[in-house]
Antibody, heavy 121, light 106 residues
Framework: EVQLVQSGAEVRKPGESLKISCQGS????????IGWVRQVPGKGLQWMGI????????RYSPSFEGQVTISVDKSINTAYLEWKSLKASDTATYYC??????????????WGQGTVVTVSS | EIVLTQSPATLSVSPGERATLSCRAS??????LAWYQQKSGQPPRLLIH???IRATGIPARFSGSGSGTEFTLTISSLQSEDFTVYYC?????????FGQGTKVEI
């Protein structure tokens, strides 16, 4: 069974850096696009970006480009979402998701359990 | 970017009744439209992709229709576990975008 397991909850101060992870298993990790979605408490879903582990081809939403970095280490089947300088407005639950097939023209079929990030002074 | 507008924001229905949720796109999404269900504290669950195709394991009471700019999710007979929030998402153009959600309540 396909699984995406995310790293645990994080608490940081504004200005600090952070990298959260999403490890995939029970599928051929390099050949499925994997992405990140933000959900601010009590609000809807926001698509952030995706990465193709095989060649690290990455696509960002303009709303998030320059604010975060999506990366991958295919040797350990893990995708990352990273901030260099967190803001209080980054407080949210972050989900990783895997596309239905090997194409970007598909929705997220499998999801991680979510990582809660709290940024507070 | 394609803006998806879901209506209504909240839908009040009784168990056993039919629910019809709408998703309108600001420009054509072709049939590259998905519907997700999200329960509190859980990740979204894919219900429908390609506008009309049920995802694996999704009950037949869930159906999707539409193309272009107008899409509908229909739940034919609401069960207790269906009272939650639903989102549409387009994957026709970059960036991919979600609607703001419809809450289905008793």
């Amino acid at each position: 069974e396909v699984q995406l397991v995310q790293s645990g909850a994080e608490v940081r101060k504004p200005g600090e850096s952070l990298k959260i992870s999403c490890q995939g298993s029970e599928y051929t990790f390099p050949y499925y696009w994997i992405g990140w979605v933000r959900q601010v408490p009590g609000k809807g879903l926001q698509w952030m970006g995706i990465i193709y582990p095989s060649d690290s081809d990455t696509r960002y939403s303009p709303s998030f480009e320059g604010q975060v970095t999506i990366s991958v280490d295919k040797s350990i089947n893990t995708a990352y979402l990273e901030w260099k300088s967190l803001k209080a407005s980054d407080t949210a639950t972050y989900y990783c998701g895997r596309h239905v097939g090997g194409s970007t023209n598909s929705p997220f079929e499998y999801w991680g359990q979510g990582t809660v990030v709290t940024v507070s002074s | 970017e394609i803006v998806l507008t879901q209506s209504p924001a909240t839908l009040s229905v009784s168990p056993g009744e039919r629910a019809t949720l709408s998703c309108r796109a600001s420009q054509s999404a072709d049939t590259s439209l998905a519907w997700y269900q999200q329960k509190s504290g859980q990740p979204p669950r894919l219900l429908i992709h390609s506008a009309t195709i049920r995802a694996t394991g999704i009950p037949a009471r869930f159906s999707g229709s539409g193309s272009g700019t107008e899409f509908t999710l229909t739940i034919s007979s609401l069960q207790s576990e269906d009272f939650t929030v639903y989102y549409c998402q387009q994957y026709n153009k970059w960036p991919r975008t979600f609607g703001q959600g419809t809450k289905v309540e008793i």
